[in-house]
T-cell receptor, first 115, second 114 residues
Framework: NAGVMQNPRHLVRRRGQEARLRCSPMKGHSHVYWYRQLPEEGLKFMVYLQKENIIDESGMPKERFSAEFPKEGPSILRIQQVVRGDSAAYFC?????????????FGQGTRLTVV | QQQVKQSPQSLIVQKGGISIINCAYENTAFDYFPWYQQFPGKGPALLIAIRPDVSEKKEGRFTISFNKSAKQFSLHIMDSQPGDSATYFCAASMTGAGSYQLTFGKGTKLSVIP
């Protein structure tokens, strides 16, 4: 029973490079959420996607950040022209349905370091 | 963004004692209140969750107490064990409004000492 799979686990990028973070939801889950966690902080919502659709991106920075969840393949969080302030742990969560059963299962995260 | 305020920031409890973590929220549209446990280097894992139609929910050593009028909820860990040492996050979402994003508290780092 594979859980939410995120890769890479650790990613180092120089300022100005692009970071691509991947998330494969649990089998049968079609709802994906991305969160960012700064050191000693709680998780902050970024974006909620269903297959091929962005449902809520109210937590996404307006520039440099984008997310997709294609019909086939993992969800991708893309950060262009990274800056030091982008250094954080990025977590993906997935759920089977919305409504009553809203349990979201989290992956182990990708720790992005911008040098 | 609506806030969820969590306290204390850190907590040290003797083995066998009761750990209590408190959260308060502002938005009365929140209708789902989960607690997550996170170990270093790992993702958060759901511990227990409650909806506002009940005042208490118990699962094993973990209990959520919910006070709708005060807009507060708390996690009680009975018979705390060293293996419970982790960071705990409360969260809330507005599922009834079609918003499933979780708003998290800042976390409580629990240390259970032998």
């Amino acid at each position: 029973n594979a859980g939410v799979m995120q890769n890479p686990r650790h990613l180092v990028r120089r300022r100005g490079q692009e970071a691509r973070l991947r998330c494969s939801p649990m089998k049968g889950h079609s709802h994906v959420y991305w969160y960012r966690q700064l050191p000693e902080e709680g998780l902050k919502f970024m974006v909620y996607l269903q297959k091929e659709n962005i449902i809520d991106e109210s937590g996404m920075p307006k520039e440099r950040f984008s997310a997709e969840f294609p019909k086939e393949g993992p969800s991708i969080l893309r950060i262009q022209q990274v800056v030091r302030g982008d250094s954080a742990a990025y977590f993906c969560a997935s759920s089977h349905m919305t409504g009553v059963n809203t349990e979201a299962f989290f992956g182990q995260g990708t720790r992005l370091t911008v040098v | 963004q609506q806030q969820v305020k969590q306290s204390p920031q850190s907590l040290i409890v003797q083995k066998g004692g009761i750990s209590i973590i408190n959260c308060a929220y502002e938005n009365t549209a929140f209708d789902y209140f989960p607690w997550y446990q996170q170990f270093p280097g790992k993702g958060p894992a759901l511990l227990i969750a409650i909806r506002p139609d009940v005042s208490e929910k118990k699962e094993g050593r973990f209990t959520i107490s919910f006070n709708k009028s005060a807009k507060q909820f708390s996690l009680h860990i009975m018979d705390s064990q060293p293996g419970d040492s982790a960071t705990y996050f409360c969260a809330a979402s507005m599922t009834g409004a079609g918003s499933y994003q979780l708003t998290f508290g800042k976390g409580t780092k629990l240390s259970v000492i032998p």
